[in-house]
Nanobody, 120 residues
């Protein structure tokens, strides 16, 4: 089970850190990622951190330089640090776990329920 938290409302230019807590699975063995979705659009892979290979990360171009993904392997927790937020970052953000390249939805085995981030 993946549970996201710490979404909410934030002013443009501000920061927010999302947290995903994993239970019932050994998250360190999975690629972990963050997706976002707005109404009428497909779910978009935002960031991912690989299970192996030194924790290599993927960040989608639209948030590169503003967002960072990290994980605490000991606590089975995933983070998404979001800085310099823009109104277009407004979306439901989902935590995900899966195989390599888990910034692709077809690579995801487990989804969280989502947490809303609204930037105004």
């Amino acid at each position: 089970q993946l549970v996201e938290s710490d979404g909410g409302s934030v002013q443009a230019g501000g920061s927010r850190r999302l947290v995903c807590s994993a239970s019932g699975l050994t998250s360190r063995a999975y690629c972990m990622g963050w997706f976002r979705q707005t109404p009428g659009k497909e779910r978009e892979g935002v960031a991912a951190v690989y299970a192996f290979g030194g924790g290599d990360t993927y960040i989608t171009d639209s948030v590169k330089g503003r967002f960072a993904i990290s994980r605490d392997r000991a606590k089975d927790t995933l983070f998404l640090q979001m800085n310099s937020l823009k109104p277009e970052d407004t979306a439901m953000y989902y935590c995900a776990a899966g195989r390599a390249d888990c910034y692709r939805a077809d690579r995801v085995n487990y989804w969280g329920q989502g947490t809303q981030v609204t930037v105004s």
